[in-house]
């Protein structure tokens, strides 16, 4: 089965992919590449020659894949002749929490509108006058998913939807945090959520003043109180600590004792601890996405790492993931960059504090402590932003910084700004390589900045930092809105940066994984949010994991197969041999 997409974005009128286009559909007798005004069709019997020229339009614009016949059945939705398809579909579950795990742009938006009931699939007929719900249930076979989909065709199925940009939700909705909770408390569970999520303090609080995480637990909280059959949450543990993440696995896994839960989670670390099944999505960004049957969750999360679904025998990545052993690296560091001591910042209430501390060359430090504990914050003192009040950091070196809330009101496309913050290095050689495609930047150089989605933003905006001229480079929270895989690309990316070219990192995240993956070293944060942090070290790793650790009152070993850090159960056999040894971050499978 072949399919043809265009990326519309990328063949506007008078670009070069139109015009290509549109001059060899004047070669072709055949209606193989058609134009219809300020639109390009290509048809999927086209004939081979049309086919290659296709294949070789500029800025990737258009997509030829060839799939096997047999997904022809099990095509659940179309949107046009060259749009997006969608195969299959995931199964909320009862009682269960399920995760869906994959990249962004596969059609996880498009699952949820159709199993919400706000899209009636199409089976791949995108030009039908009407579609109906009973040939989409029959096409179906007996089962879970079946009768699920026959209460959505009825309207018996309410749902609530945790959205995944948190950060949009002051915009369209306005007064204070309280008032919002109690609007849609249909559950009479009002002042029990606002306990178990730590809301208290924030219910007076316009929503406009709230952070990232505070805004994250509010939309949790809302989603939580309404009375829902299905309850979905698209990316929940963004923008929290990780002590803030394990509440979040323990308030859904309660949900799901009654509810169906389906998550979409990219830290895999909590993704393996909350969901009971997975469901693997994979496929090409804004071309198709294919929804794999359900699997325990350590199966799915391994053969996503590794790249290949046995079952269907289908290659999803080029390469595994793979999660080395830690060693000493102290022999290959090279000079400090910045030294620091006895730093005090006072902001408002907030009070912060340090130790003694350097970070050198070729050496990424992993930031690590709970939420407003001050991380940003002293990465603003050596960034220069922000002065401190006491004490002393060495001056000289050049700094590169990416703040958490990146700016993308930019009126220019992709490459324009690409070329304007860093030049031309990003257009080829090593960065070009093991940055810019690494990420999939070069995948939206047509692309205006103020379209771009969470993650695209996100792994611009890496790219920027990287790709400036600069001793210490400084990322806050980078693996935000970025999928899985792309949260390894960007670690890998940022390690082989600061080790190729000698020069030193600070990296805060959230994620573990990423931590584990991108660190040489880790700076520890302890205190109170938003009263009064304490900043410690770097320590070796092994050392600032176990000591952050304790301090969550979490231990992570190590899986058989795949290396990766996966949490303990509380009072697990393993959870209770590795507190009693004070290794509560393994580094032994």
């Not at 999520?197 to 709230?210: A, F, S, W, Y």
Request: charged content about 25%; some cysteine; overall charge negative.
């Amino acid at each position: 089965m072949r399919i043809a997409v265009v990326i519309q974005e990328r063949c506007q009128p008078k670009s070069n992919a139109f015009d290509y286009l549109k001059k060899w559909s004047q070669m072709c007798s055949k209606e193989c590449i058609i134009v219809e005004g300020k639109t390009i069709k290509i048809s999927e019997s086209a004939c081979p020659p049309c086919v290659i020229r296709a294949k070789l339009c500029p800025d990737d614009a258009v997509i030829i894949i060839n799939l096997p016949s047999e997904l022809t059945t099990d095509m659940i939705h179309r949107y046009s002749l060259n749009g997006f398809r969608l195969f299959k579909l995931p199964t909320p579950s009862k009682e269960s929490v399920v995760g869906i795990l994959g990249p962004n742009g596969m059609g996880k938006s498009t699952a949820f509108k159709i199993l919400n009931g706000s899209i009636t699939p199409n089976l791949g007929d995108f030009e039908a006058d009407e579609v109906w719900w009973e040939d989409v249930i029959d096409s179906l076979p007996r089962g879970e998913l079946r009768d699920f989909l026959v209460d959505v065709s009825k309207s018996n199925v309410k749902v609530a939807l945790k959205p995944q940009y948190v950060d949009n939700i002051p915009k369209v909705v306005k007064g204070k945090v309280g008032n919002l909770l109690e609007s849609v408390d249909e559950r009479g569970i009002f002042e029990e959520m606002v306990k178990k999520l730590g809301l208290q303090n924030l219910l007076d609080r316009k929503l406009t003043q709230l952070s990232g995480g505070e805004l994250q637990r509010v939309a949790i909280c809302a989603t939580l109180l309404k009375d829902a059959d299905v309850y979905f949450f698209d990316e929940p543990s963004s923008y929290l600590d990780i002590h803030e993440r394990m509440r979040i696995v323990r308030i859904i896994q309660e949900l799901a004792e009654n509810s169906r839960v389906i998550v979409i989670e990219h830290d895999l670390a909590v993704l393996d601890v909350l969901a009971d099944l997975v469901h693997i999505v994979y496929g090409k960004k804004g071309a198709f996405g294919i929804f794999t049957p359900a699997r325990s969750t350590r199966q799915a999360i391994n053969a996503y790492l590794d790249g290949f679904l046995v079952e269907q025998n289908v290659r999803i990545r080029d390469k595994p993931i793979k999660f080395q052993t830690h060693r000493d690296r102290s022999n290959e560091i090279g000079d400090p960059v910045v030294e620091w001591s006895e730093l005090e910042k006072k902001l408002g209430d907030f009070n912060l504090k340090t130790g003694n501390g350097k970070v050198h060359q070729a050496e990424v430090v992993g930031v690590v402590g709970p939420n407003g504990t001050g991380k940003s914050t002293m990465v603003k003192i050596l960034a220069g932003e922000h002065e401190y009040d006491s004490g002393w950091v060495t001056a000289g070196a050049s700094i590169s910084y990416k703040p958490q809330h990146l700016e993308t009101s930019i009126e220019c496309n992709v490459q324009t700004w690409l070329d304007s913050e860093i030049g031309t290095r990003w257009r080829s050689g090593e960065f070009n390589v093991n940055v810019i495609r690494a990420l999939g930047v070069d995948q939206l150089l047509s692309k205006q900045v103020n379209n771009l989605s969470g993650g695209e933003s996100q792994a611009v905006s890496i790219a920027i930092c990287l790709g400036r001229e600069a001793d210490l480079y400084l990322l806050d929270e980078p693996s935000a809105h970025l999928d899985a895989n792309a949260r390894m690309e960007a670690a890998k990316a940022i390690r082989r940066t600061m080790e190729s070219n000698e020069k030193a990192a600070f990296v805060i995240d959230h994620d573990v994984y990423f931590i584990d993956i991108v660190s040489d070293s880790l700076l520890v944060f302890e205190g109170e949010g938003g009263v009064e942090g304490m900043a410690e070290g770097p320590f070796r790793l092994r050392e600032g994991m176990n000591r952050f650790l304790s301090g969550v009152d979490v231990t992570f070993r190590r899986d058989h197969d795949s290396k990766r850090p996966r949490i303990n159960k509380t009072e697990s056999r393993k959870d209770r041999e590795q507190r009693i040894a004070g290794d509560y971050y393994s580094f032994d499978s």
